[in-house]
């Protein structure tokens, strides 16, 4: 299993930007499809985007796209998520989470064993 930290969170004002870090231990980690997950008080954790294991395709939930960008740096074990343009409604606890050998467009929760601890962001009016 690939242990994950987060790193990145914090408070800004819409229409600002954040880029979150997660870096990773191991030697899994350059084969893992990661993702990023957030999660709102009251709400089910939702899928954000995810990102193959080279970093060569990208997907996202219609919510975040053309807003956030998903890379990842294999050499330095982290993926970040770029989130600009950023709205009220996109505050949450985000997670990022590997998918150990797994392949394609991953979009549940199940899809993926190992998960960071969270960071908050949280964007004020």
């Known amino acids: 299993q690939v242990q994950l930290v987060e790193s990145g969170g914090g408070v800004v004002q819409a229409g600002g930007s954040l880029r979150l870090s997660c870096a990773g231990s191991g030697r899994t980690f350059s084969i893992s499809t990661m993702g990023w997950f957030r999660q709102a008080p009251g709400e089910e954790r939702e899928f954000v985007g995810g990102?193959?294991?080279?970093?060569?395709?990208?997907y996202y939930v219609d919510s975040v796209k053309g807003r956030f960008t998903i890379s990842r740096d294999n050499d330095k074990n982290t993926v970040y998520l770029q989130m600009n343009s950023l709205k009220p409604e996109d505050t949450a606890v985000y997670y990022c989470?590997?998918?150990?050998?797994?392949?394609?467009?991953?979009?549940?929760?199940?899809?993926?064993?190992?998960w960071g601890q969270g960071t908050q962001v949280t964007v004020s009016s």
């Open positions: 989470a590997a998918a150990l050998l797994r392949t394609g467009v991953l979009t549940r929760r199940q899809d993926y064993a190992s």
């Open positions: 990102i193959s294991w080279r970093g060569d395709s990208s």
